[in-house]
């Protein structure tokens, strides 16, 4: 709601909500109509350090409450006289406001920007001194930003005859980091670092062009001809404000390469995932239409991994069962890859790979009367390594589970419901009608078909619920609360409403729940975490709670009491 327009508090914007809760910003998609409380502004002028010049093009983030989130909303740039508005801030009275000088001009120290700080003066920190901010008032909060330091150099090959090489990102990393990529001519330049601090640059060639050795790919290394791999010790460089630090540059070796294509029997797969790793590295890449791939900027090793994600791949035979994982020389899930050896200045090639057609699992899921059950995760996971596969029933309770190799899987079905009402959800279990913690009945899959009626009817699960409030008894809103048993390796979570009360539904039967309760993300107020009942996470045990399905637990609840208080600002308000 900061830009909105049409009522009482357009001059102050409205706070941003999702659902019925301030203070978050996510993808959530509302379908209901949302009423916005009144939000306050943030007002300012930001000028060069010890001049009344004002700051163009500075970039000003307020960070919600006490946390280091920043709402994308609530950012915005100063205009050429230097200053800032941020309307819809939600009353906090500890915001924090920074500013970031790199790109900023007006002063006399554009050629090497301005160093980042945050209110009040503070330099080299993620979060300021706080600033209150109340509904429908303005609050000033004003930056001056001193000489920051720049650095800059120039990237080639390591040819006889070195050759610029532009898209090479290059990174400068110390208590605050930036990066900046090479243009055509290999030249970078970084703004608006912190003087006086030590800093290590690296340069990562990935998507650098313009050199003899495009093909193959570059080294990665750090300034000063250090390398990225083994145990490197980079040289660092320190500085000074107002002065740029030159001839930082490097001159980047060539690297090796693996190639191969990909098919299903003799049809070539496109948009199979090809990894590439040992200890030290790892990349990845795509095949294209006609199943080719190419992985360049390899280091010279003998013990590279290459496996072929099918996950997406079309083109053979079975692209609606999908088809199976596969490393090099036909290694399924749980043997050990073929090593390959890769020479850095050449290119290995004939790294192929066949998968072969996948499997698949179908079923429906009902209630205990045979209603469908829209929204239920399927999970099938094999003994076997490799990764868990999931799917969600639809409107008619359906699924449907594809590209799984031919292996014994365990398949359970669960509700998961994060932000849940009053409800007692459904009970989770595995076919065929296995409690959780229960050792399931084993689902054979078969290379090429489906694997059918694979289904379950859930009955009404257990609930944990409860209310949590601060130690004056006040009901605290988004406290976040966390549901675990080890015995039944469970995991679920919830936020307590507006009134403090929270529920916890579709868990199984235990004995052994462990509920833990933990501050809002951000908010006016922040509290220390503790445990049911009146434990401290970190110090100790934890009541357990018991469960059991088709019933709630009842009266979990906790108060709260304040996280230790920070220290207050000077900020203005009118």
Not at 306 to 319: K, L, M, N, R, T
Not at 363 to 382: C, H, K, M, N, W
């Given at each position: 709601g900061s830009g909105a327009t049409g009522s009482t508090n357009d001059a102050f914007g409205y706070a941003a909500a999702c659902g019925d809760s301030a203070y978050e910003v996510s993808s959530t998609l509302l379908t209901q109509d949302q009423a916005l409380s009144h939000g306050g502004r943030i007002r300012g002028t930001v000028r060069q350090d010890g001049s009344a010049a004002p700051l163009a093009a500075v970039g000003v983030t307020l960070r919600m409450g006490s946390s280091s989130t920043f709402v994308p909303a609530l950012v915005t740039t100063t205009a050429a006289d230097g200053t800032f508005e941020i309307r819809g801030v939600p009353p906090a009275p500890d915001h924090s406001v920074c500013f970031e000088g790199s790109t900023a001009t007006g002063g006399s120290n554009d050629a090497t920007g301005y160093a980042a700080e945050c209110y009040d003066d503070l330099v080299g920190v993620f979060t300021g001194s706080p600033v209150s901010v109340s509904v429908s008032a303005t609050t000033t909060v004003n930056g001056s930003l001193g000489a920051g330091a720049a650095v800059t150099g120039r990237v080639t090959d390591s040819s006889a005859t070195p050759r610029p090489l532009s898209g090479v990102l290059v990174t400068v990393d110390g208590r605050l980091s930036a990066e900046a990529t090479t243009g055509t001519d290999g030249t970078y330049l970084v703004r608006g670092l912190e003087p006086g601090a030590e800093y290590v640059v690296s340069f990562s060639p990935a998507e650098a062009t313009g050199g003899a050795w495009d093909a193959l790919g570059y080294l990665g290394e750090y300034w000063n001809n250090i390398p990225t791999t083994g145990t490197p010790i980079p040289t660092p460089i320190t500085l000074t404000a107002g002065v740029r630090r030159t001839g930082i540059g490097a001159a980047l070796a060539t690297a090796g390469a693996i190639t191969g294509t990909v098919r299903n029997g003799t049809l070539p797969?496109?948009?199979?995932?090809?990894?590439?790793?040992?200890?030290?590295?790892?990349?990845?890449?795509?095949?294209?239409?006609?199943?080719?791939?190419?992985?360049?900027?390899?280091?010279?090793?003998?013990?590279?991994?290459?496996?072929?994600?099918?996950?997406?791949?079309?083109?053979?035979?079975?692209?609606?069962?999908?088809?199976?994982?596969?490393?090099?020389?036909?290694?399924?899930?749980?043997?050990?890859?073929?090593?390959?050896?890769?020479?850095?200045?050449?290119?290995?090639?004939?790294?192929?790979?066949?998968?072969?057609?996948?499997?698949?699992?179908?079923?429906?899921?009902?209630?205990?009367?045979?209603?469908?059950?829209?929204?239920?995760?399927?999970?099938?996971?094999?003994?076997?390594?490799?990764?868990?596969?999931?799917?969600?029933?639809?409107?008619?309770?359906a699924y449907v589970l594809t590209g799984l190799a031919p292996f014994a899987y365990d398949v359970c079905f669960a509700k998961y419901q994060t932000f849940a009402g009053s409800g007692l959800g459904r009970a989770p279990e595995c076919w065929n009608d296995v409690p959780i913690g229960q050792t399931p009945t084993p689902v054979n899959v078969v290379s090429g078909s489906y694997t059918d009626s694979i289904s379950a009817s859930l009955g009404s699960g257990g609930a944990i619920r409860g209310r949590v409030t601060s130690d004056s008894g006040q009901p605290v809103p988004d406290a976040r609360v966390t549901v675990r048993s080890e015995l039944l390796d469970w995991y679920s979570t919830a936020e307590t409403a507006a009134d403090g009360t929270y529920n916890v539904p579709s868990l199984p039967s235990g004995t052994d729940y462990v509920v833990c309760f933990n501050s809002p993300y951000s908010g006016p107020q922040q509290f220390s975490d503790e445990c049911w009942n009146d434990v401290d996470p970190l110090t100790g045990t934890p009541t357990p709670v018991t469960v059991r399905t088709g019933s709630a637990t009842t009266a979990i609840d906790a108060v709260l009491a304040p996280a230790p208080a920070s220290a207050h600002s000077s900020s203005t308000r009118e």
């Open positions: 797969l496109a948009g199979v995932t090809v990894t590439v790793s040992q200890p030290e590295s790892y990349a990845e890449t795509t095949t294209a239409a006609n199943g080719t791939y190419t992985v360049k900027g390899l280091e010279s090793a003998t013990d590279y991994e290459v496996c072929f994600q099918p996950y997406g791949a079309s083109g053979g035979s079975s692209d609606a069962l999908g088809y199976a994982f596969s490393c090099w020389r036909n290694k399924g899930i749980g043997e050990p890859p073929t090593p390959v050896t890769v020479t850095a200045g050449s290119a290995r090639t004939g790294i192929d790979g066949n998968l072969p057609s996948a499997g698949g699992i179908r079923g429906r899921v009902t209630d205990s009367f045979g209603a469908p059950l829209e929204g239920i995760t399927v999970s099938a996971e094999s003994p076997q390594p490799g990764p868990r596969h999931d799917a969600v029933t639809d409107s008619d309770g």
